[in-house]
T-cell receptor, first 113, second 116 residues
């Protein structure tokens, strides 16, 4: 199984809503990542979890809250988002933090109204 | 400072021809890794090829090869025998192994269109 799954595929939410994005992998990878990608731009790294501990937080606003309940799961909790947060949110995993070969999920297209 | 530079916003190639996508990088760390990813319009990022800074030989994966010129700090992607399905955005990326930990950088991407 070399797949990273993400749910939901699409999400529309209001600025007062609370929602969560989910990412799952069963490759035994110990590093997992959240990226934000705006149209026609490269992905921007948001968070990195290594062995279920938060290793990197790229100065992301607190309205984005990551959670890694176990080595296979990664969540991104969303609260009080702004319209400019509308983007494709990509999850990735790699064998470990030192390995750059990241496997990406299909992404969640988020629209904040 | 820009760590990864892709100077070709858009490229066109005839089907069955070869194409080179340029990538230059900037790091003073001796240990690093270079990657190429493909992103079709569907949005999913697909890993294509990896080159480690200590690798002696250029990486190859099927129709993809990485032309690694360490002294020039370039890591160009060569796609041979282009297919219509190769039309996508291509990103060059680098993992830098710094003293404070690993950092990842993506270039701005090159949009490749394969013409029948």
């Amino acid at each position: 199984d070399t797949e990273v799954t993400q749910t939901p595929k699409h999400l529309v939410m209001g600025m007062t809503n609370k929602k969560s994005l989910k990412c799952e992998q069963h490759m035994g990878h110990r590093a997992m990542y959240w990226y934000k990608q705006k149209a026609k731009k490269p992905p921007e790294l948001m968070f990195v979890y290594s062995y279920e501990k938060l290793s990197i937080n790229e100065s992301v606003p607190s309205r984005f809250s990551p959670e890694c309940p176990n080595s296979s799961l990664l969540n991104l909790h969303l609260h009080a988002l702004q319209p400019e947060d509308s983007a494709l949110y990509l999850c990735a995993s790699s064998q470990d933090f030192a390995s750059g070969k990241q496997y990406f999920g299909p992404g969640t297209r988020l629209t904040v109204t | 400072a820009q760590k990864i530079t892709q100077t070709q916003p858009g490229m066109f190639v005839q089907e069955k021809e070869a194409v080179t996508l340029d990538c230059t990088y900037d790091t003073s760390d001796p240990s690093y890794g270079l990657f190429w990813y493909k992103q079709p319009s569907s949005g999913e990022m697909i890993f294509l090829i990896y080159q480690g800074s200590y690798d002696q030989q250029n990486a190859t994966e099927g129709r993809y090869s990485l032309n690694f010129q360490k002294a020039r700090k370039s890591a160009n992607l060569v796609i041979s025998a282009s297919q219509l399905g190769d039309s996508a955005m291509y990103f060059c990326a680098m993992r830098a192994d710094t003293t404070t930990g690993n950092q990842f950088y993506f270039g701005t991407g090159t949009s490749l269109t394969v013409i029948p």
